[in-house]
């Protein structure tokens, strides 16, 4: 989709127009700030273009559309060749046009083409001397730029000596992950200042402090690799005449980061179709990748092509960037919410003034907690970079603090529960009403009987409310001790209605631990940790005994998650009891409890739990086992053939029932995909990550001693 193009109305406006983009372009290169996001700063050079294309004898001398990006950032280093910007395309119609002009260029089409992301950093030269880096600069106007070298040491990616002794200079984006971006601001705010509004902005401002009292890494990725004026004969020969795709794999062999070892590594393509393509995947990963791209470049990936194309001033016609959409806008926060979650926790939400970002109208961001407001400095009334990438809840990084006022407020926390009124813990990040999971009991009840906790049929949202307020339930158990007479005497609930209502209810009673878990809504734990808790420790009786120490055993739950379960079934003891003391089932079928450490341990366990937990058709072999142990899978599209009838939580919990761990994302750490129809991102990352792929019906014949089991249940549940 082509980025819509303002329209300058006169020489007056185009010469303001002129002027914020001078602006805005020296902000933004010299510190990372300014007072448009990208989007809007894109969108106003094409305007001034547009204009200066139909009025070409009054184009200004400063215009940006002649100028290297970052034209308006003085240095004294002058570059061994020029630092040159790229031309933009926005659609697959622009970019066709352009590599139709190259054609045109080359006297036929390019042999081949290279295709890497754009990343969403700065651009340096580092210039290695016999092997070792001596000297860092920026891109500057493109023809000289700002010495940066006390940052080396500094620069993950960029090592202080290469593999060779060889003389060359390495180009490439110097950026922040997203890792490294929240390890500088909580360095940052500790020492006083003000948050960075983004990734872009603390890599540009780290790189050129010279005093600060602290330190912060970033990462590097290099685009380019040539030579010096001291570079062996030889070897400048030979870098002169490598395709691009060949020298990214040299400056590797060096020992420099390149994209190659991501998710998005460069590739060669041969025709327009392919660079398409794979626009298209890198596109979809963009949402899962660790650092910020803006689009993908595009270039002759032939030497002998580069030079018959040539450059202009300000960029050459061999490449192009691809840009993408925008995923981050500049936008005002004019209120903060503050909600009431079924566990208690109180989340600050804030409101915004609508922006568009990424196709979508954004109104909302999250906040996380009180804590996170504080480090970050935020105001009623600032201007904010707000974040969002594919289906990732939009996030606000920082105020842009060089663009205050001086009216904006601070944000006001709440001294008493917003929902009920009653005291707050605060002795977490996260506040919680003092009441717990019975401030938001509705919620709390309405999760609970839901399709993938205790699926009780017939408890709507509608009903919880009715018995909440009728005074027959004020916790999960009540709901197990209902009576027919009560029920009946509840408005529009007739004999029908009542009895089916009781019968869901008998049912839930037996549904395995995992589910009760799951239903009790321990905070940190989900459906998928639920399963892994249950499997682990076989009955309740078991896991309410565990230390941090032994519920940190349970694979995915770290030291930091472990005691705040503990605190967690504390908290929910009596409610525990009460359910257990209405029938409900505390075991899970098939798993075996874990091995005793010691003789009490040892008499703990009984002949009973063992027959218990090994309970029926549904019993799973010897925990460890099954055609999935030890692999982590991965399910993405949709499900066909023995599969298709089965939720995505069944998919995770036959995937479990085989031996396996279940997961949301694609890693290094994944071992499998089930790929079904429609299967688009995840499907592109483990192509890219050469993790295995299988369909759907590949798979069911992989665990098909398991899937009649989880279909079955799901036969119980469509009864």
Request: overall charge negative; aromatic content about 4%.
């Amino acid at each position: 989709m082509t980025t819509p193009v303002a329209v300058i109305a006169d020489a007056v406006a185009y010469a303001r127009a002129v002027e914020d983009a001078v602006k805005a372009s020296a902000a933004y290169y010299e510190s990372g700030t300014s007072a448009l996001d990208d989007d809007s700063y894109d969108r106003l050079v094409r305007a001034v273009a547009a204009w200066e294309a139909e009025h070409p004898d009054e184009v200004l001398a400063d215009s940006p559309t002649g100028k290297v990006a970052g034209g308006a950032v003085e240095g004294d280093v002058p570059h061994t060749a020029a630092m040159l910007s790229l031309d933009n395309v926005f659609s697959p119609e622009e970019f066709t046009a352009w590599t139709a002009s190259l054609a045109r260029r080359l006297g036929g089409d390019a042999e081949r083409y290279s295709v890497e992301p754009k990343l969403d950093g700065l651009a340096i030269a580092a210039r290695y001397t016999r092997g070792r880096l001596t000297r860092l600069i920026t891109r500057g106007d493109g023809t000289a730029g700002e010495d940066v070298s006390h940052a080396i040491g500094t620069i993950e990616g960029l090592p202080a000596e290469l593999a060779e002794p060889v003389t060359v200079e390495v180009r490439g984006e110097v950026l922040m992950t997203t890792g490294q971006f929240e390890h500088a601001n909580e360095v940052r705010t500790a020492h006083g200042g003000a948050p960075f509004a983004n990734p872009r902005n603390a890599a540009a401002g780290t790189l050129r402090a010279k005093e600060r009292a602290y330190t912060v890494p970033m990462t590097f990725f290099g685009y380019g690799l040539l030579p010096l004026a001291d570079t062996e004969p030889s070897l400048a020969a030979t870098l002169g005449e490598c395709a691009h795709s060949d020298l990214m794999a040299r400056a590797a062999a060096y020992g420099v980061n390149t994209t190659a070892a991501t998710a998005v590594p460069g590739i060669t393509a041969a025709t327009v179709e392919e660079v398409l393509d794979r626009v298209s995947e890198i596109a979809a990963l963009r949402p899962s990748l660790p650092f910020g791209i803006d689009g993908i470049v595009v270039k002759a990936d032939l030497a002998a092509d580069q030079r018959t194309a040539g450059s202009g001033s300000r960029a050459p016609r061999w490449a192009v960037a691809f840009k993408l959409r925008a995923v981050e806008k500049i936008t005002r926060l004019l209120a903060v919410e503050w909600n009431v979650g079924r566990t208690g926790i109180i989340a600050p939400r804030a409101v915004l003034e609508p922006v568009e970002i990424d196709g979508s109208t954004i109104t909302y961001a999250t906040l996380h907690n009180p804590a996170d407001i504080t480090r970050r400095d935020l105001r009623l009334g600032d201007r904010v970079m707000v974040h969002r990438a594919g289906d990732v809840i939009p996030r606000i990084e920082a105020p842009v603090a060089h663009l205050r006022t001086g009216d904006e407020q601070p944000i006001v926390f709440p001294g008493t529960c917003p929902r009920c009124g009653s005291g707050i813990d605060t002795g977490e990040q996260r506040w919680r009403c003092e009441s717990g999971r019975n401030c938001h009991l509705v919620a709390s009840l309405s999760y609970a009987a839901g399709r993938d906790q205790l699926d009780i049929e017939g408890l709507g949202h509608t009903r919880v409310v009715q018995l909440v307020e009728a005074g027959l339930v004020a916790d999960l158990a009540d709901l197990f001790t209902l009576t027919r007479e009560q029920l009946l005497g509840l408005e529009r609930m007739g004999e029908t209605s009542t009895d089916k209502l009781l019968a869901a209810l008998a049912a839930a009673k037996a549904q395995p631990l995992s589910r009760v878990l799951c239903a009790l809504g321990v905070r940190g734990t989900g459906r998928s940790m639920s399963r892994r808790i249950a499997r682990h420790f076989a009955t309740m009786d078991r896991l309410r005994a565990a230390d941090a120490e032994a519920i940190r055993q349970v694979d995915g739950i770290g030291s930091e998650k472990a005691p705040s379960i503990v605190a967690e079934l504390a908290e929910l003891a009596p409610l525990i009891d009460k359910l257990a003391a209405a029938g409900v089932n505390m075991t899970e079928p098939g798993a075996l409890p874990p091995a005793p450490t010691s003789a009490a341990d040892d008499g703990a366990r009984t002949a009973g739990d063992d027959a218990q937990a090994l309970n029926g058709a549904e019993a799973v072999g010897a925990a460890g086992g099954g055609p999935l142990a030890g692999m982590t899978v991965v399910v993405t599209g949709a499900m066909t053939g023995a599969l298709e009838k089965l939720s995505r939580n069944q998919m995770n919990e036959l995937i479990e029932r085989a031996g396996g761990r279940s997961s949301s994302s694609v890693s290094k750490r994944t071992t499998l995909v089930v790929a079904g129809e429609g299967a688009g991102a995840k499907r592109a990352k483990a192509e890219a990550l050469g993790v295995r792929l299988a369909a759907p019906d590949e798979f069911a014949a992989l665990v098909a001693d398991h899937l009649d089991t989880v279909a079955a249940v799901q036969e119980r549940q469509d009864a």
